[in-house]
């Protein structure tokens, strides 16, 4: 049996992270053979590739645009390499916290231009796509007041770079999400992340379990 590949996208404060726990957590309550990753950070290497992408340096230094680019592409290397393909191989459900397309909207929307992605992202994936992406949307101007909560809870150090972004730049973001889905409808879902969570794990849940049952995992 040929895996399923299940991608979750969204701007900053979207609850990702809050959905990811509730999908694999139904999942796994199925009895469903499922492997939970994210990028970047999901192998050994890809945790020390994330603490340079994510945490600001002491220097004070950022990467530009085109190493950034290619810091995510060597982490998603890495993680297909390692832990993507060979699930997929053995038939198991494989869900992610991000991929390709927080690559084209975030380093999009830091200005590298699509053919370079293209070019990359046709060595790296080798045409690997998700069965089913789902895409949390925010208005970044809540998403973002959601981020200042969540960090004044848990501390300065909770905060990554993108966190720290303009708004303008996290406009740009969810843009450039929309475009995907747009141009991708019968892959990327769009589902609101204005609901409660239970709300929102429902209408994830909607898109979900149609696939599940199309792959013949008897899902009701």
Sequence with gaps: MAGVFITIEGVEGSGKSTQLARLSA?????????VVSKEPGGTALGKELRRLLLEPHPSGEVWCPDAE???????????????????????????LDRFEDSTRA?????GVPDGAMDRIGDLVLRRLKPHLTLLLDLDPEEGMARVAARN????????????????????????????????????IAVVSARESPDQVEAALWSRVSPLLRSAGLGVD
């Design 26 to 34: 139904r999942i796994q309550r199925l009895g469903l053979p499922l």
């Design 69 to 95: 680019l290619l810091l995510f592409y060597a982490d998603r290397a890495q993680h297909l390499h390692a832990v993507v393909r060979p699930a997929l191989d053995e038939g198991k459900l494989v869900l």
């Design 106 to 110: 975030y380093q999009g929307a830091s």
């Design 152 to 187: 004044g809870a848990h501390g300065a150090f909770a905060e990554t770079r993108f966190d720290q972004a303009a708004l303008e730049f996290h406009r740009r973001v969810r843009a450039r999400f929309l475009a995907l889905a747009q141009a991708e409808p019968n892959r």
